[in-house]
């Protein structure tokens, strides 16, 4: 793999007041495709792409993308979590999206040099880490709604901290009912770019009114529960943890497949089906709905602490995280951070 240095380094941001997604690193990963094959994985320093005005993916949306992360242990190596899992998906939303499959062992391999390039750049403190973002657009230039014969796929890295201002507290909920983000057919199982632009409006909506984030509905019904935000959504039920079931409209996360794991392993009764909002009320109502949460990669595990539904305000508990979350919390980011015993095989140490 060609490897090209950056002479001019950017100067590093504070560490201790990263947030989410503001400071890109100095270099980052291309790969083309053209003529029925992917080129080499070249890694150059961070810039811009220059695009033609007619580049299909401006016009028609063709893009896809991935989010992962790297850290590095109190001991100095340096691990990801689970990333052939979201290559996995990556083809899967490529499929979807009519592009081209990528090879994953290779494209690991050459993130595994990217983050080795990258090493000054992975944050160590409490909650922070090295996110990273592959991606891939369509880059022929024409007008003309078709897939295309030309990709870029690109991986580009950035030292986060908690995605949440406020860290792990708890957030507020609003139910959409209008709205939706995906339906079953669509491209809600796809990590594809259009579904975020069409969320903003359920998001904007939530913010306006005060909440954190948007609660989304079946497209059909608009009554069985499906995500939160870009996040899965679980509930504690009495003594079972519930999520929606994956259902076609609903993405397949990797952080909500390893709470299922870590759940079942430590003897939790878990239970993945289809859960509708009439239930969730009433669980609230007579006392039984104890704890929810959302789950992703950015945030890791996210409490909920209040929804709203048809006007009618609802606090979930007392209020705070609840033990399960908290529980779940701690074991995920400690096996990521290398704290806790990693018993799944789900961490890959590259250094
Ligand atoms: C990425 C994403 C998730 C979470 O997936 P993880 O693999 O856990 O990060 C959930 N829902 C949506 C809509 C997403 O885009």
Redesign the pocket.
């Given at each position: 793999m060609k490897i090209t240095l950056t002479k001019t380094k950017k100067v590093k941001p504070d560490y201790g007041k990263l947030g989410f997604g503001k400071y890109m690193s100095d270099h980052m990963l291309v790969m083309d495709y053209a003529d029925g094959a992917w080129g080499d994985a070249e890694i150059i320093p961070y810039g811009d792409f220059n695009i033609d005005p007619a580049t299909q993916i401006l016009h028609y949306g063709q893009g896809i993308f991935e989010?992962l992360k790297a850290y590095k242990t109190h001991d100095g190596k340096i691990t990801l979590f689970r990333p052939r899992d979201?290559f996995i998906?990556m083809n899967n939303s490529a499929n979807r999206l009519c592009m081209p499959a990528l090879d994953i062992d290779k494209v690991l391999d050459a993130l595994y040099e990217l983050v080795k390039v990258e090493e000054d750049w992975i944050p160590t403190a409490e909650g922070t880490s090295l996110y990273i973002r592959p991606a891939m657009y369509c880059s022929n230039v024409f007008l003309g709604v078709k897939s295309g014969t030309k990709y870029r796929f690109f991986i580009a890295v950035c030292p986060v901290g908690a995605y949440y201002e406020n860290g792990l507290a708890p957030t507020k909920i609003f139910i959409e009912d209008f709205y939706t983000?995906s339906s079953i057919g669509g491209t809600?199982e796809a990590?594809c770019i259009g579904?975020?632009a069409a969320s903003l409006i359920g998001q904007e909506k939530a913010h306006k009114l005060g909440y954190d984030q948007a609660l989304w509905l079946d497209a059909k019904d608009k009554k069985y529960i499906e995500?939160v935000g870009?996040?899965?959504i679980f509930f504690v039920i009495g003594d079972t943890v519930v999520t929606p079931a994956l259902s076609g409209s609903i993405?397949p996360?990797?952080?909500?497949d390893s709470a299922l794991k870590v759940l079942k392993k430590n003897g939790y009764k878990v239970e993945e089906r289809k859960i509708s909002v009439d239930e969730l009320v009433a669980a609230q109502n007579s006392g039984e709905l104890r704890e929810m949460f959302g789950?992703?990669?950015?945030a890791v595990i996210s409490p909920v602490g209040e929804f709203t539904y048809k006007d009618e305000k609802y606090t979930v508990g007392n209020g705070q995280m609840g033990k399960i979350t908290g529980f779940l919390y701690d074991t995920i980011t400690g096996i990521q951070k290398g704290k806790i015993e990693d018993t799944f095989g789900w961490v890959i140490k590259i250094k």
């Open positions: 989010g979201n998906r983000r809600g990590k579904n975020y995500e870009a996040m899965n993405l996360g990797i952080t909500r789950t992703g990669t950015a």
